[in-house]
């Protein structure tokens, strides 16, 4: 349960350190799932039967294994997301400073975690695990995501009556990490808690005041 609205000003060190926790868990599941796990479908480990697994994945591009154009697409998203990062850093702090509610703050960490733990695997992971495609001009900045949460939800073909998907196959939901889990849940409480974070007794911000970030923009960070 999120906190309820308060007025109050807050430390942004708790915010952080809520970022840190959920990079810390992020980049230890990535290199266990690396050290001990095989790559593809032959290494895969069964957690709740077919419904959930461990699959260790390499992931080029964006969230869920989107992908842009090579080769310097992955140049333009790893530039993105610094720049994100850097844009979320400098919101927290400013948020904390004002009368913002806490679970907003704590939603925006959560957002902020889960973009680092992405960045660091496209800035280093091409040369810590020397995964980046092939092809790459630089084996930094072009390191692969690595993705191991897999949820099939449903696997088969849909049916040919269903709009434009209909008589396409699925695999089951895409593979995902901790990072995009974190953002997310970040971004889905505060669609489901915008009238908590956001009501008419909040006193109005000032000119000067930051502006809540719109939750559909915070997804592309993943």
Known sequence: MLPTLTTRQHSAAKFFLLALLIIVLDQASKWAVHTYMQLGSAGEIPIFGQWAKLTYTLNPGMAFGAELPAPYGKLVLTGFRMLAVGGLLYYIIRLSRQRVAAGYIACMALILGGAVGNLID???????????????????????????????????????????????????????????????????????????????SQPAAAPNEPQPLVAADAEKLA
Request: hydrophobic share 45%.
């Open 122 to 200: 496209s800035i280093f992971y091409g040369v810590i695990y020397n995964n980046a495609p092939l092809g790459s001009p630089t084996r930094w900045f072009y390191g692969q995501v690595i993705d191991m949460i897999f949820v099939p939800l449903y696997v088969g073909y849909f049916p040919k009556s269903w709009p434009l998907i209909g008589g396409t196959y699925s695999g089951g939901f895409p593979i995902f990490n901790i990072a995009d889990s974190s953002i997310f849940i970040g971004v889905a409480f505060i669609l489901l808690n915008q009238s908590r974070f956001f009501n008419e």
